[in-house]
């Protein structure tokens, strides 16, 4: 005889259904925003019933969270990743920072107008999440790195450490957030993750010059 399931536990069938739930919540809110998805629409597209949503995330806060906890924080941690061993190196540390953002928006593409919808505008929904989770693990360690090379003089000293984080964020992930509106303008316009960061690091190491034949 079947012994019950103990409570807790969910099925693979379970999982799978909070899975389903998760990636219909993230591309909701990618395209219409976090205040303009219910929770109805959300299971429509997931296929299941509005009661499993409230039975796996009990409220659409909490589902809020669980998205942000289980499919934006992880990957933010691994751009966090993509810096270590190179703390000592602004230039290595500008180049990593370039080139792994790049390849997450990249693979992401929901990430770019999330980002846009509910963290630069004001009232986003995640607004507070990315400034207590994201804030210290990215930006807040950019800005100590910067300011430790500046006084050891191996960073311009005319830059902002803080004001260099937010440059640095603004050149990678405005191409992205921007990529409709810049193909009706520029439809030839190579966006692939490794011509962005191509362009955005030979903007930053040697700006504007031209070289000149001797």
């Excluded at 990743?81 to 990249?106: I, K, Y």
């Excluded at 994201?134 to 930006?139: A, E, L, N, V």
């Excluded at 966006?191 to 001797?214: K, Q, V």
Aim: proline share 7%.
């Amino acid at each position: 005889m079947n012994q019950p399931r103990a409570p807790g536990r969910p099925t693979g069938d379970a999982q799978l259904q909070r899975q389903r739930l998760l990636d219909a919540a993230l591309a909701s809110f990618a395209r219409h925003g976090i205040a303009a998805s219910s929770l109805r629409s959300i299971a429509d597209q997931a296929g299941v019933t509005p009661a499993l949503v409230n039975y796996y995330f009990g409220n659409k806060q909490r589902l809020v969270e669980t998205v942000f906890e289980e499919r934006l924080a992880p990957l933010l941690a691994n751009v966090a990743n993509a810096l270590h061993g190179s703390e000592d190196d602004p230039r290595q540390l500008v180049r990593r920072l370039v080139c792994a953002l790049n390849a997450t928006l990249s693979q992401h593409p929901w990430l770019p107008p999330l980002w846009v919808r509910e963290v630069l505008c004001e009232g986003g929904a995640l607004r507070e999440l990315w400034a207590t989770r994201i804030g210290p693990m990215i930006p807040a360690r950019l800005a100590a790195y910067f300011a430790a090379a500046q006084a050891r003089q191996a960073l311009n000293a005319e830059l902002n450490p803080r004001l260099l984080v937010v440059s640095l964020f603004g050149l990678v992930m405005l191409p992205h957030a921007a990529a409709s509106l810049l193909h009706g303008i520029f439809p030839d316009l190579d966006n692939r993750a490794a011509a962005l960061s191509e362009h955005t690091l030979a903007l930053l190491e040697r700006g504007m010059e031209t070289s000149h034949a001797d």
